[in-house]
């Protein structure tokens, strides 16, 4: 499949932006740039229409039953708290769950929703469409970038995962998603501004309420941006680390030549918080005869002494053309017992979710970069959700 511009539908409709990926603060000088409520009502409500949208999660707002009609009326002249298209939902055998998202025309993005990860359920976002870095060992990483994701976008992916597992209003108890990892398509680093955005929209108490401490950032070294990673989102760390040494790491994430292995722990021993309760994963992809030697697991041991880290040991999971196999079972219960007797915690991860290309490394989208002039047009013309405007 190619680009999906569908050009073909008239006549012009307004673009309504999207109040999901507005913070408290933009939607209250939205409300009153729109002219819809007078400034000294402004914050009140925001607060109001805060609940209905994060906590209450309507898609609607004629269902927002304390807010006057006229002014539901002029809301949605202006505003929209839509949900994206789900393009296609897949359920894989062991229950994992796949949503193929177009947020607007030409942008497709996907994420999936993992049970019994974490403290219940685990929802893997994407920060990007598509990838600028080029990851030998990832599928993703064979898509060229189309473009960042807009906070209302990382948000609209929870919305979408939380109206099919039915958990609006917020549930205080048994949730079934309970973890956010940023771990699906795109290096969120390179997009910090909106995954910050997002997850302060995503930790609001008043909202969605998913903790910090609940949320995992996953990148491939971006050296320079772990610091602020780390004090505007407060968010766990994760890093895909995959070898031990410059020459390896720099053949499967070529970032590596940017930011070399020396930088990259230096600059993970600095982040922030890091302490015996708020450890950061390591992630290790498991390639055949590439990286899983016993000498590599204690190098690996060696890398990380005196981190408060634990490690994550991923099979790998192939894609159609991919170059690797998954090391041998043997094999990786080796490596990891190397890594326990160093004294780290390093689980085995059960690849979730295969059968419909939802594991790690496996998510992709049809998406391709078109000209901006191209898109600008198709967004003229197709009525959208809004999503890419705030
Ligand atoms: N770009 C970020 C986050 C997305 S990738 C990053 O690279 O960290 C999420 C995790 O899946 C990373 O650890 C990545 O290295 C790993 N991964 C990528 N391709 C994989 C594959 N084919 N099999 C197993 N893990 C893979
Ligand atoms: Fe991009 Fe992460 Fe895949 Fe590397 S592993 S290509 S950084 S998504």
């Known amino acids: 499949m190619g680009v999906t511009l569908d050009l073909s539908r008239g006549p012009a409709a307004p673009v309504l932006r999207n109040l999901s990926g507005m913070s408290r603060a933009e939607l209250a000088a939205a ?34 039953s ?6 539901r009326a002029l809301l949605a002249e202006h505003f929209t708290v839509a949900r994206p298209e789900i ?18 025309p030409g942008i497709e993005v996907e994420c999936v929703y993992i049970p019994d990860v974490g403290r219940a359920g685990a929802l893997c976002v994407s920060s990007q469409v598509g990838c600028t870095l080029n990851c030998t060992f990832c599928h993703t990483g064979t898509q060229a970038l189309v473009r ?14 939380r109206d099919d597992l039915g958990e609006w209003p917020s549930p205080r108890e048994d949730r079934r998603l309970s973890n956010i990892v940023f771990m699906g398509m795109g290096e969120p680093l390179y997009n910090l501004d909106n995954v910050a955005q997002a997850i302060d929209i995503i930790s609001d108490g008043e909202g969605i309420a998913i903790s910090r401490r609940r949320i995992t950032v996953s ?9 602020a990673l780390g004090t505007r989102t407060q968010a766990m760390l994760a890093i895909s680390l995959h070898a031990t040494n410059d020459a390896l790491r720099e053949q499967l994430v070529p970032l ?15 982040y922030p918080g890091l302490s015996n309760a708020k450890r950061v994963t390591f992630e290790y992809v498991m390639l055949k005869g590439v990286n899983d030697s016993p000498a590599e697991a204690k190098a690996l041991v060696q890398l990380l002494k005196g981190l ?25 219960e080796t490596f990891a017992a190397i890594l326990n007797r160093g004294g780290y915690a390093s689980p085995i991860r059960t690849p979730r979710g295969r059968d419909i290309l939802a594991a790690c490394g496996q998510l992709k989208s049809e998406s391709e970069k078109v000209r901006a002039s191209a898109r600008r047009k198709a967004s003229s013309i197709a009525a959208h959700d809004g999503l890419t405007d705030s």
């Open 256 to 270: 590596n030549k940017k930011y070399p292995l020396a930088q990259l722990m230096a600059g993970i021993r600095a």
């Open 308 to 332: 408060p880290a634990k490690i994550n040991l991923i099979p790998f999971n192939p894609w159609p053309g991919s170059p690797y196999e998954c090391s041998d079972w043997a094999t990786i």
């Open 87 to 104: 393009v296609e939902r897949q359920v894989s055998k062991d229950g994992t769950r796949k949503w193929l998202i177009r947020t607007a």
């Open 66 to 71: 304390d807010v006057a009609k006229e002014m």
């Open 148 to 161: 960042n994701l807009t906070a209302a976008e990382i948000v609209a992916q929870v919305q979408v995962a």
């Open 31 to 64: 409300l009153v740039d729109s002219g819809v409520v007078r400034p000294d009502k402004a914050r009140m409500r925001a607060t109001q229409l805060w609940r209905w949208i994060h906590h209450y999660g309507v898609t609607d707002f004629a269902l927002m």
């Open 219 to 227: 990148t491939s070294g971006v050296v320079p941006e772990l610091e």
